[in-house]
């Protein structure tokens, strides 16, 4: 069985994370095999929206501690081994917010460390009830200096720190009301809601949410002034869309817009 499967469903793709013995843990193979999906949805133009689960009881347990473990047995210490896995870690997170189309988590269980990265990391995230969010490196020594960053860019500044120096973990309530998950579901309806999500997303002018993804990002860095300077000229370039046109025509007729895209 492939450690990261693919199903494509109409315009949806899911990635499943499928290692369950080890959690889902982003392993050298894991890290690798998201990587080399994440740039072949860059350039699939038919799907418009990406979802990502995990396999058996976890969503993601971080990384492979018994592969870091034997990273340092090398003369350096681990230095080069452990610079690689983290600039590798953070190419896979950075890909997620390059990627065209929005991609929705789906974490059940646990999400810890680099997996509960994994959740900041996606545009939006539906959990299953009794989901436990966590960056617990801190509990063996290793603080989660780089899930702070997607971790610090989701919820307040004060309740991340916590978590971060705590090791503590977030229930599925507590993440809905701090901004790490869009909203919590039963377990069983954990697929369907996800779906749901997912269709409501893909049934809209794709290209329209491609140049909004992108500017939303892009204006979260700027000041007041130039993010609107900068948005302003994307909703220019967004209105001289031809599907755009038949958009605003549809609506303004009463019936369903014609899109080519």
Aim: glycine share 8%.
């Amino acid at each position: 069985m492939p450690i990261l499967e693919r199903k494509d469903t109409g315009a949806i793709a899911r990635l499943t994370l499928n290692h369950p013995e080890k959690l889902n843990a982003l392993s050298d193979a894991m890290l690798a095999a998201l990587s080399d999906e994440f740039e072949a949805l860059a350039a699939d133009e038919k799907i418009r929206v990406v979802i990502i689960a995990g396999a058996g009881k976890a969503f993601c347990a971080g990384h492979d501690l018994k592969e870091m473990t034997q990273g340092r047995q090398a003369e350096d210490g681990g230095k080069a081994y452990f610079a690689d896995l983290f600039a590798r870690c953070t190419k896979v997170m950075t890909a997620i917010r390059n990627l065209p189309q929005p991609v929705i988590a789906q974490p059940h269980g646990i999400a810890t460390a680099a997996g509960c990265q994994l959740v900041a990391s996606c545009d939006m995230a539906v959990a299953a009830e009794g989901t436990r969010f966590g960056v617990n490196g801190v509990n063996i020594g290793l603080f989660c200096s780089t899930p702070m960053v997607a971790l610090s860019r989701n919820i307040p500044r004060k309740q991340a720190f916590e978590m971060l120096t705590t090791g503590e973990f977030i229930d599925t309530d507590r993440a809905q009301a701090l901004g790490l998950i869009n909203r919590a579901v039963p377990h069983d309806d954990l697929e369907a809601a996800t779906d749901e999500l997912a269709e409501t997303v893909a049934a809209k002018l794709g290209a329209a949410v491609r140049i909004g993804k992108r500017a939303f990002y892009d204006q979260l860095e700027m000041t007041l002034d130039q993010a609107y300077a900068h948005t302003g000229q994307v909703m220019v370039e967004n209105m001289l869309y031809r599907d755009t046109e038949e958009g605003i025509a549809a609506f303004l007729e009463k019936r369903p817009p014609e899109w080519d895209q």
